[in-house]
Nanobody, 124 residues
Framework: QLQLVESGGALVQPGGSLRLSCVAA????????IAWFRQVPGKEREGISC????????KYAASVKGRFTISRDNAKNTVYLQMSSLKPEDTAVYYC?????????????????WGKGTLVTVSS
């Protein structure tokens, strides 16, 4: 069974850092681009970052650029989202999702598998 499992969400103070992980189970992640999304209840899901299958291409939403870094370790079948300088408005459930291609320009569309999410709360 193909699965994506996120972890690393926590309660963190403003200005703090967290690293989220997205681990693939049941398939090899290295052939696929991955995106991170986040969603606040009552709001639309927001695509925030993408990475190509090789890790050579990345993209960030303006809301996180310069604060978040996406990376991947294909040997560990894992994609990471390093988050720093966190703000209360970063509070959300964070999801990873895969697309069935190596890179697609990071349109945040066409995702075929999703994780169940991990909660990040930024609060003092």
């Amino acid at each position: 069974q193909l699965q994506l499992v996120e972890s690393g969400g926590a309660l963190v103070q403003p200005g703090g850092s967290l690293r989220l992980s997205c681990v693939a189970a049941g398939f090899t992640l290295n052939a696929y681009a991955i995106a991170w999304f986040r969603q606040v209840p009552g709001k639309e899901r927001e695509g925030i970052s993408c990475i190509s299958s090789s890790g050579g291409s990345t993209k960030y939403a303006a809301s996180v650029k310069g604060r978040f870094t996406i990376s991947r370790d294909n040997a560990k079948n894992t994609v990471y989202l390093q988050m720093s300088s966190l703000k209360p408005e970063d509070t959300a459930v964070y999801y990873c999702a895969k697309v069935d291609t190596e890179w697609w320009g990071c349109t945040y569309k066409g995702m075929d598998y999703w994780g169940k999410g991990t909660l990040v709360t930024v609060s003092s």
